[in-house]
């Protein structure tokens, strides 16, 4: 698994291709760099339940950049809503 992450971050290729889509190789790597082993094992255990993975490299990096982007959507939403609450109990008001 370290392998697949190190060559998606030092790949020679200008864009990378992840679930049909070219993504430039700098966002893929900013993804990989911030990956971490709770995230890689969450990928394992959902890739256990699927059958019939054709390239397990290229499902495996595509489901950990959709699992960094997903973990790092859902902590800004975590810090947006305790800025929020802490707002409507201290009587700020919110600027949005």
Same mark, same amino acid.
Not at 20 to 34: D, E, H, N, R, T
Not at 73 to 89: A, H, T, V, W
């Given at each position: 698994?370290?392998?697949?992450?190190?060559?998606?971050?030092?790949?020679?290729?200008? *864009?990378?291709?992840?679930?049909?889509? !070219?993504?430039? #190789?700098?966002?893929?790597?900013?993804?990989?760099? #911030?990956? +971490?082993? *709770?995230?890689?094992? +969450?990928? &394992?255990?959902?890739? !256990? #339940?699927?059958?019939?993975? #054709?390239?397990?490299?290229? *499902?495996?990096?595509?489901?950990?950049?959709?699992?960094? &982007?997903?973990?790092?959507? +859902?902590?800004?939403?975590?810090?947006?809503?305790?800025?929020?609450?802490?707002?409507?109990? &201290?009587?700020?008001?919110?600027?949005?």
């Amino acid at each position: 698994m370290v392998g697949f992450i190190v060559n998606e971050i030092c790949s020679p290729l200008l *864009y990378i291709t992840l679930r049909g889509q !070219a993504f430039p #190789k700098a966002v893929i790597q900013s993804k990989m760099l #911030k990956a +971490n082993i *709770y995230m890689v094992e +969450n990928v &394992l255990e959902n890739m !256990a #339940k699927v059958d019939n993975i #054709k390239d397990f490299r290229r *499902y495996f990096i595509s489901f950990l950049y959709n699992e960094v &982007l997903i973990y790092h959507f +859902n902590e800004g939403c975590e810090s947006r809503n305790i800025n929020e609450q802490i707002g409507r109990d &201290l009587g700020y008001g919110i600027a949005v």
